[in-house]
């Protein structure tokens, strides 16, 4: 059709449309360019002296910075220097604010080997250093991770495997501290540092723990075959509020989940360890335990009012009752989902971050303990703000913000007056901000006549008429949400890059919120027949297409979808069933067979004893499709992968060869899930728009 065309007089205006399309592949701006924005994360302020901290990942170099009152402007305080894959986490405060300890190194996967993605011969591990914030080199107190400071300052805490140990702070050798049995979690100090709280997980139960640190004791909380978890003390250090979940079988992830036994909240008093029940749930909505983004999942405000999150009214919200026991107070009434949560310096107030009145963005918000006031809004706008930290004596609080165009980054904001950047500096001047373009809200309707969200990237100068390329994205998890921004999380920050890349070269760019999503209430995140009892997003991934397929801009036959973890799944569930309408896809690190991946988080999960659930779960799945997968495909994967088994990329691999279905592959000996060094971030991305090239522009 082509060679015809170039025989007719029209050849002058095909000439013109063609180097009109080549221009617009050419780059606006670099992959490298749209990726060098450094991540924050791990903000947190000193409990004195006014200082904060956070995490920068810099093109894969992971510094902590600070900011100092009365100025606040950011520094940098640590020196690493190389994109080596090691994270940094768990920054906690010394009591006088005068150092941080912190975690270096990924936690080790179920064989004991600790991520170490450039597959050095000498190996990797897991440590926990402390460095001054005057400045100095850090020092290394131990191998672990979770550390957490005594309130005495002497001793830190941490985790070594399953076990607790203490070293001292200026320096010494690591001693057990706790070697029960099960794997021990959550250490939460008393105020007095006396004590120190713990959770003990043991397969299909948990304990709540107390070692005294005098009589080198454990006491367990009211024992009971339930699990028990999210331990806060008293202000008094005389009680412990925590979580008691009923004990339950055959509930297997990746399918709704819309109710259960309920949960309940319950106060034990430290020296006898008898617990009473002080709230429990309503049954029905709400009766399963749905968490948010905080250190802790209830917390204890002044007045003894427990705040903790609940979904009674099908939206996770925050309420509050009396240590005593009484009726929940609803907090944050609305439409809406609370999610990173922070309980302010006095206790008296929390702060929330929420899509209230912005349903697909987020903002801070601040609410008093008692429920005496409505939420305040702090942040308004069209950016989008989470982790929120109050900091003591500054009347002030940091946060994270991002926007449309410009990248995440910590900043700050005063009683009165506008937030300000606290590292402004740290943004690249070459980041191409000037360049992106605003994602549009769409709602589109799924192949059920669901109403489903997206964001619309649409290219500079698109016209009706164009016939442009276009690419579906589907976020993870699948407890994600993408926004009309820079994403709060950093895997989703780097592919809000790409899908700007993409849109820079001329691509339409649909991303989809699909159901079994968070941010549109219960219902939408449980929703019916979802994951690996049926596949009910697949109709999400048809109207999304569809949606594409009916814009004048897009080319009908060029459609392509692209996704990582459960966005693999979804793409290679599309390309399986519908490669009519998609002609192209990446699939990275995606779900293939749900058989497979239930057990790796469900180890006793057996296919063969429950047979109509695991037929169900197959046919859920791209692996029952393949006989009609015609469409080409790329796959990325590293096979450390600790979330979806590096399997899952093998058998499709020979399941596509069988078939004679057209793949690439990108593999990463050695990588984690959520790629650890971001020089293989860069060559997924590069590769994945090669290949949309390849296929989308031919």
Same mark, same amino acid.
Not at 135 to 140: I, T, V
Not at 237 to 262: C, H, M, N
Not at 467 to 480: C, Q, T, Y
Not at 614 to 640: K, N, Q, Y
């Given at each position: ?9 029209? $050849? ?26 450094? =991540? ?40 690493? *220097? ?5 994270? %940094? ?7 006088? &604010? ?21 597959? %050095? ?46 070293? +001292? ?15 021990? *979690? ?17 397969? /299909? ?18 024992? *009971? ?56 749930? /309503?049954?029905?909505? &709400? ?30 919200? %925050? ?26 310096? &006095? ?16 903002? #801070? ?41 410009? +990248? ?12 300000? /950047? ?20 769409? #709602? ?27 690419? %579906? ?70 109207? &999304? ?10 080319? +009908? ?35 293939? /067979? ?6 790796? =988080? ?22 029952? *499709? ?17 979330? @979806? ?21 990108? $593999?990463?000996?050695?990588? @984690?899930?959520? =790629? ?14 090669? =290949? ?7």
């Amino acid at each position: 059709m082509l060679y015809r065309r170039l025989l007719l007089p029209g $050849i002058a205006l095909l000439t013109l449309c063609t180097a009109t399309r080549d221009a617009e592949a050419q780059e606006r701006f670099t992959i490298e360019q749209i990726m060098s924005s450094p =991540f924050p994360s791990d903000l947190t302020a000193a409990t004195s002296g006014g200082n904060v901290a956070w995490v920068f990942n810099a093109e894969g170099v992971r510094n902590i910075w600070v900011a100092e009152g009365p100025d606040y402007t950011g520094r940098r305080l640590t020196e690493y *220097s190389e994109d080596d894959g090691q994270a %940094l986490s768990g920054l906690t405060w010394t009591p006088d &604010g005068g150092s941080i300890v912190y975690a270096r190194g990924g936690g080790a996967n179920r064989q004991g080997e600790y991520p170490n993605p450039w597959s %050095l011969p000498e190996g990797v591990t897991q440590q926990i250093w402390v460095v001054d914030v005057a400045g100095g080199e850090p020092r290394l107190l131990a191998d672990g991770s979770s550390p957490t400071v005594a309130p005495t300052g002497d001793v830190v805490a941490f985790r070594s495997r399953d076990d607790i140990y203490v070293v +001292p702070l200026q320096g010494g050798d690591p001693e057990p501290l706790i070697k029960a049995r099960g794997s021990s *979690s959550s250490l939460r100090w008393s105020a007095d540092g006396s004590r120190l709280a713990f959770v003990s997980r043991r397969g /299909d139960h948990s304990f709540i723990g107390v070692y005294d640190r005098e009589t080198k004791s454990i006491r367990w909380l009211d024992p *009971s075959v339930d699990r028990d978890g999210s331990p806060v003390w008293s202000p008094d250090g005389g009680k412990i509020a925590f979580i008691r979940t009923p004990a339950f079988g055959g509930v297997l992830p990746f399918g709704p989940r819309r109710s259960a036994q309920p949960w309940s909240i319950r106060v034990a008093d430290v020296e006898s360890g008898a617990s009473r029940e002080v709230w429990r749930a /309503d049954e029905g909505t &709400g009766s399963a335990f749905q968490g948010v983004d905080a250190d802790d999942q209830i917390m204890w405000g002044e007045g003894d009012h427990i705040v903790f999150p609940w979904e009674k009214d099908g939206w996770t919200h %925050l309420y509050s009752v009396p240590a005593g026991g009484g009726d929940a107070t609803l907090l944050t009434p609305g439409a809406f989902e609370v999610q990173h949560v922070a309980l302010c310096p &006095g206790k008296r107030h929390v702060f929330f971050s929420s899509n209230q009145d912005d349903i697909d963005r987020r903002h #801070i918000w601040v609410v008093p303990v008692d429920g005496g006031r409505a939420p305040t809004l702090r942040t308004p706008g069209d950016g989008i703000e989470w982790s929120a930290v109050g900091i003591p004596g500054a009347e002030a609080i940091a946060f994270l913000r991002s926007d449309a165009r410009r +990248p995440a980054r910590p900043a700050i904001l005063f009683e009165s007056g506008e937030p300000s /950047d606290l590292a402004p500096e740290a943004t690249p001047r070459d980041f191409p901000s000037d360049e992106l373009v605003e994602p549009q809200q769409v #709602i589109f309707a799924a192949a059920d006549g669901m109403p489903i969200h997206g964001q619309l990237f649409m290219p500079r100068g698109a016209r009706p008429g164009d016939r442009r390329p276009a690419v %579906l994205f589907f976020h993870g998890g699948s407890r994600r949400q993408m926004v009309l921004g820079w994403h709060y999380r950093g895997y989703y920050h780097n592919s809000y890059a790409l899908n700007q890349y993409l849109a820079s070269r001329g691509y339409v760019v649909l991303s989809v919120n699909y159901r079994s999503g968070i941010g549109y209430g219960m219902e939408f995140r449980e929703a019916l027949n979802y994951g690996a009892t049926g596949a009910s997003e697949f109709n999400d991934v048809l109207g &999304g297409g569809l949606y594409l397929r009916s814009r004048p801009e897009v080319d +009908p036959e060029k459609i392509g979808l692209w996704g990582g973890s459960y966005g693999g799944y979804l793409t290679a569930l599309g390309l399986a069933r519908a490669s009519d309408l998609f002609a192209a896809g990446v699939d990275v690190h995606g779900v293939h /067979d749900w058989n497979v991946v239930i057990r790796n =988080f469900a180890p006793n999960y057996d296919p063969q004893a429950q047979l109509d659930r695991a037929r169900l779960a197959f046919e859920s799945s791209p692996m029952a *499709s393949i006989d009609t997968w015609r469409s080409p495909v790329l796959l990325i994967h590293g096979d450390d992968d600790r979330n @979806v088994p590096f399997s899952e990329t093998v058998d499709l691999a020979a399941a596509l060869r069988r078939q004679g279905v057209e793949f690439e592959q990108l $593999i990463f000996p050695d990588e @984690v899930h959520g =790629f650890a060094t971001h020089a293989n971030w860069l060559r997924a991305y590069r590769a994945a728009a090669e =290949f949309f090239d390849k296929h989308l522009r031919r």
